[in-house]
């Protein structure tokens, strides 16, 4: 079900940043695991990172980005960030953001299929 939206996409050169976020009218994510995933042309959806609910004490990342990337969540404004930094162009592909309602809310997950929420994407586009 389509009920997040992000935003923060576009073009950027090998090496720039990108600030990407993540809003849920109608739906709290307060308590919920959240995740980004992202998709290249032709590509299956993979996991980039999430952060878990209650408590936001766990985060993961791929290994692809790990180092550069960060995940955030700001429950009073209902939002959740991914910073991306040193973008390379294998990080092009669109991006969406996640949300589990019925998993743990002191884990998160790298597997998409845990995740019941999603936005519409947004697209990442790394190149020289």
């Known amino acids: 079900q389509l009920r997040l939206v992000e935003s923060g996409g576009g073009f950027v050169r090998p090496g720039g940043s990108l600030r990407l976020s993540c809003a849920a009218p109608?739906?709290?994510?307060?308590?919920?695991?959240l995740g980004w995933f992202r998709q290249a042309p032709g590509k299956g959806r993979e996991g980039v990172s999430c952060?878990?609910?209650?408590?936001?004490?766990?985060?993961l990342y791929a290994d692809s980005v790990k180092g550069r990337f960060t995940i955030s969540r700001d429950n009073a404004k209902n939002m959740v960030y991914l910073e991306m930094n040193s973008l390379k162009p294998e990080d092009t592909g669109t991006y969406y953001c996640?949300?589990?309602?019925?998993?743990?809310?002191?884990?998160?997950?790298?597997?998409?299929?845990?995740?019941?929420?999603w936005g519409q994407g947004t697209q990442v586009t790394v190149s020289s």
């Open positions: 109608g739906l709290l994510l307060n308590s919920l695991p």
């Open positions: 996640a949300a589990e309602m019925y998993q743990a809310p002191d884990v998160c997950s790298p597997d998409e299929r845990h995740y019941d929420f």
């Open positions: 952060i878990s609910g209650r408590p936001s004490t766990m985060t």
